[in-house]
């Protein structure tokens, strides 16, 4: 059974389809690492994935159930765009809130965890408006992973990431990974993604018109995968 | 259930605590509700009586008014940082985010309210602490009418760019009925008029009842479609 599944996905804005019975799978365990240039429709599948909007047509499902459910929504863990924090919380009491809103059991000790992994315990009481964009990116990636999510949904991870924000997310990433956790990435940074990837698969114009186990050309040459689609008469 | 009334909570104090820290909303909405007193007690030339026939209207039209401030607010609050996305993708069912909004601008707008009414009785001498409790009683009713369909259409019109120019065109008429009951009970109320107000009473808890099942049923479908 599959974490995390789009079986032919279509997503309309107005007449305009963004996806095109987009299928996506995604095994447990897996790091699936979505590629596709900007407008391929990456950001409206992964919102499609994560609750946030409705497919027009196809069904998502997480281990075999629809991803509309409240328990199936508790399992997955997303970071979109926005840092989704609120600037006149401080760190601290964003991350119980969403504690306490993602039904975490211990959230004082589980905020105080989150803080201490992504390195901002010394600043738990600041405003997150006082913060530099690496620290509040950090402070997003703590609240992502707050409740140990089965599955993690994250679109474009790595961009405006500072060089320790990036090694904090990595490690992060590394370690639910190792706990068994189901990374869906859409990214830009190619040779970020590859390091982590177990599955890739490429999105052009709603389509996905590749999906399979990351090879060892994709590692030495991440632009290996776009050049084979580009060259693919139309 | 109580995960979800729990939820709502978690989200009102949220609302609250950001609101009482940045004022933005309370603050607004309080000057704009004392302008717009200090402005009525001029622009009425009425004897006393003649005053108190028009009294719960103007105090009734100043609270919503300002009570717009408020609503505008309820989700705006989450555009900054794309929060409103978390919350959605969050296990808390969406009818605990609606409640939850609506119960922090409930509390901010009843401040206002509570504000404006002695203000309103200086400046127009209207006595209004003879009938304080029932007027509390209505207040609380009318306010969780104006609070659940202005928070309703603030997250119809979230993701709209004109946002501050719709919601009040969308929600004012929606208001009136409301509005109709409360005034008079509230006329009835300054005017120490003992009639028989049951009609208008029931206006405003038919009003208050038939909104509150229609947004939480349908605020799923507005916030995510």
């Known amino acids: 059974m599959s974490a995390i599944a789009a079986d032919g996905v279509w997503k309309y804005f107005g007449d305009y389809p963004a996806l095109r019975g987009a299928t996506l799978e995604a095994p447990p365990g897996a790091c699936v690492a979505l590629l596709g240039r900007n407008g391929a429709g990456k950001t409206t599948l992964l919102r499609i994935l994560a609750n946030l909007s409705r497919p027009s047509k196809g069904e998502v499902t997480v281990f ?4 509309r459910d409240e328990k199936v929504r508790a399992k997955i863990g997303y970071l979109g765009h926005g840092i989704g924090v609120y600037d006149d919380l401080s760190a601290y009491e964003n991350l119980i809130l969403f504690g306490q809103l993602m039904n975490v059991p211990d959230t004082k000790a589980a905020a105080e965890a989150a803080l201490e992994r992504v390195g901002l315990t010394r600043v738990r009481d600041g405003f997150a408006r006082e913060f530099s964009r690496g620290m509040r990116q950090r402070l997003a990636v703590a609240r992502a992973f707050l409740h ?5 949904l994250l679109d474009e991870p790595f961009t405006s990431l500072d060089d320790r924000a990036i090694a904090v997310l990595h490690e992060l990433l590394r370690d639910a990974l190792s706990k068994g956790a189901t990374i869906v990435m859409s990214t830009h940074q190619i040779r970020e993604a590859m390091e982590l990837a177990t599955q890739v698969a490429l999105l052009e114009r709603g389509k996905i018109v590749h999906s399979g186990p990351r090879t060892d050309e994709m590692l030495g040459d991440p632009g290996w995968l776009y050049r084979k689609y580009e060259e693919k008469p139309k | 259930m109580k995960q979800g009334l729990l939820s709502a909570l978690f989200i009102a104090r949220k609302d ?9 909303a309370l603050n607004a909405s309080v000057s704009f509700a004392l302008v717009v007193l200090v402005l009525f007690s ?9 005053f108190y026939d028009i009294s719960g209207g103007l105090l009734w039209l100043v609270y919503v008014f300002a009570g717009a401030l408020i609503v505008n607010r309820s989700f705006i609050r989450e555009v900054p940082n794309d929060c409103l996305d978390v919350l959605i993708a969050s296990p808390m069912p969406a009818w605990s985010l609606f409640l939850g909004k609506v119960i922090a601008s409930f509390v901010l707008l009843m401040i206002v309210e509570l504000v404006s009414l002695p203000v309103y009785g200086l400046l127009n001498n209207i006595h209004w602490v003879d009938s304080f409790w029932p007027h509390l009683g209505l207040m609380i009713l009318a306010t969780w009418g104006i609070t659940i369909t202005g928070v309703a259409f603030s997250a119809v019109t979230v993701n709209v760019r004109l946002r501050e120019l719709m919601l009040p065109v969308l929600h004012y008429p929606m208001l009136i009925p409301l509005l109709i009951g409360a005034m008079q009970i509230s006329t009835a109320l300054l005017k120490g008029d003992g009639g028989d107000l049951s009609a208008d009473l029931r206006l405003v808890v038919v009003f208050d009842a038939m909104f509150s099942a229609l947004s939480l049923y349908l605020i799923e479908f507005i916030l995510v479609g």
């Open chain 1, 64 to 67: 075999g159930e629809s991803a």
């Open chain 1, 148 to 152: 140990n999510p089965e599955i993690l």
């Open chain 2, 16 to 24: 609250l605590r950001t609101e009482f820290r940045t004022k933005e």
């Open chain 2, 42 to 50: 001029f622009a009425f030339d009425l004897g006393r009586d003649e």
